[in-house]
T-cell receptor, first 111, second 112 residues
């Protein structure tokens, strides 16, 4: 079955770049996603990448996909204290819009 | 444009009881998915509704059932509640089989 793995915690200083990593096992994954969850809230879709792409950039966010190694990363440039949250990596299979999530990475940004 | 809305926000039930959670999808979205998020975990897919029918189902027992109405809103029902059903229940909507899913704020269910 599908499995998505993430490191559990990342701590950075304000203004630094953050890189959150994710590995997945399903080679047939169609889309890979990054969601953000703030305390007590639902999930906010940050960005997603189609599996035939290597990179996607959206303002401060850069997503890199290494399909050979089944590795996905999210880089946040100029990280702010408001970026402190849990970040989830997720994948979907071809023909299905349902998502398989990792356990999330808690990002703590200190001033 | 209202996003995905869910009710109630919080709910406390006793073991063995039944609960109904509600979701209104984002305007223009006809597909609703439900996820369960236990504390410290990522969301787990329960099921998905499209055109008032269950289209896909995750690895959840039959105690979990759902419904979708003609206006695309949806309900999640859980019977014979167990302590382990305590979680944040998230609803997500998307247009058709599009891959962008938008989540509501969730319903926090506590089973005592």
């Amino acid at each position: 079955g599908e499995d998505v793995e993430q490191s559990l915690f990342l701590s950075v200083r304000e203004g630094d770049s953050s890189v959150i990593n994710c590995t997945y096992t399903d080679s047939s994954s169609t889309y890979l996603y990054w969601y953000k969850q703030e305390p007590g809230a639902g999930l906010q879709l940050l960005t997603y990448i189609f599996s035939n792409m290597d990179m996607k950039q959206d303002q401060r966010l850069t997503v890199l996909l290494n399909k050979k190694d089944k590795h996905l990363s999210l880089r946040i440039a100029d990280t702010q204290t408001g970026d402190s949250a849990i970040y989830f990596c997720a994948e979907s299979e071809p023909g299905y819009s349902t998502l398989t999530f990792g356990k999330g990475t808690m990002l703590l940004v200190s001033p | 444009d209202a996003g995905v809305t869910q009710s109630p926000t919080h709910l406390i039930k006793t073991r063995g009881q039944q609960v109904t959670l509600r979701c209104s999808p984002k305007s223009g979205h006809d597909t609703v998915s439900w996820y369960q998020q236990a504390l410290g975990q990522g969301p787990q897919f329960i099921f998905q509704y499209y055109e008032e029918e269950e289209r896909q189902r995750g690895n959840f027992p039959d105690r979990f059932s759902g419904h979708q109405f003609p206006n695309y809103s949806s309900e999640l029902n859980v019977n014979a509640l167990l302590l382990g059903d305590s979680a944040l229940y998230l609803c997500a909507s998307s247009p058709g089989n599009e891959y962008e899913q938008y989540f509501g704020p969730g319903t926090r269910l506590t089973v005592t």
